[in-house]
T-cell receptor, first 113, second 115 residues
């Protein structure tokens, strides 16, 4: 059974600081997705990482994938309040394309002024 | 609006009643997914369709749950004899089948409360 673990689950940080969220998964996969969810809202796709060593950046967020370590990171640079949300990583199974995503528990990020 | 839409957005029902939710995917997407999300957790997969065919169902999907996608367009998720444990956000997502990846786009969700 594919398991996805994120840490930390809760993150409170000050504006202007940097931090990294980690996502570990238990079985072979080279497709990793990051989503953002605001309170009471649905999930917004942030990044799709498709191969070992993939790195993608959008604004203050940068995501990377190490398939050998089964690890993805979401790095936050110079955090601002607007980044406050819950961030999920999700993995789909290696042997199929287009089936279920397995999500981590989410990291609830709060950026304080 | 060309995103995934869901109806209703909120549903309050009494235990034992049946409820039905609707999802309209992005028009050119051939895959449609249902997930359930409880407070403080990530979404959990329930089932998915490719066009009108239901290709996979989770063990979470008890006999009280049924989903359809007639004609490969919109989908409905019905829960019969609701229980308090069914209270959750029900999320629909759609994607365009590609060879190497499966970016899913989510709708706003239907929040179900079973009293």
């Amino acid at each position: 059974e594919l398991k996805v673990e994120q840490n930390p689950l809760f993150l409170s940080m000050q504006e202007g600081k940097n931090y990294t969220i980690y996502c570990n998964y238990s079985t072979t996969s080279d497709r990793l997705y990051w989503y953002r969810q605001d309170p009471g809202k649905s999930l917004e796709s942030l990044f799709v990482l498709l191969s070992n060593g993939a790195v993608k950046q959008e604004g203050r967020l940068m995501a990377s994938l190490d398939t050998k370590a089964r690890l993805s990171t979401l790095h936050i640079t110079a955090a601002v309040h607007d980044l406050s949300a819950t961030y999920f990583c999700a993995v789909d199974r290696q042997e199929t394309s287009g089936s279920r995503l397995t999500f981590g528990e989410g990291t609830q990020l709060t950026v304080n002024p | 609006d060309t995103g995934v839409s869901q109806d209703p957005r909120h549903k309050i029902t009494k235990r034992g009643q049946n409820v039905t939710f609707r999802c309209d995917p992005i028009s050119e997407h051939n895959r449609l997914y249902w997930y359930r999300q409880t407070l403080g957790q990530g979404p959990e997969f329930l089932t998915y369709f490719q066009n009108e065919a239901q290709l996979e169902k989770s063990r979470l999907l008890s006999d009280r749950f049924s989903a359809e996608r007639p004609k490969g367009s919109f989908s409905t998720l019905e829960i019969q004899r609701t229980e308090q444990g069914d209270s959750a956000m029900y999320l629909c997502a759609s994607s365009l089948l590609r060879l190497i990846y499966n970016e899913q786009f989510f709708g706003p969700g239907t929040r179900l409360t079973v009293l």
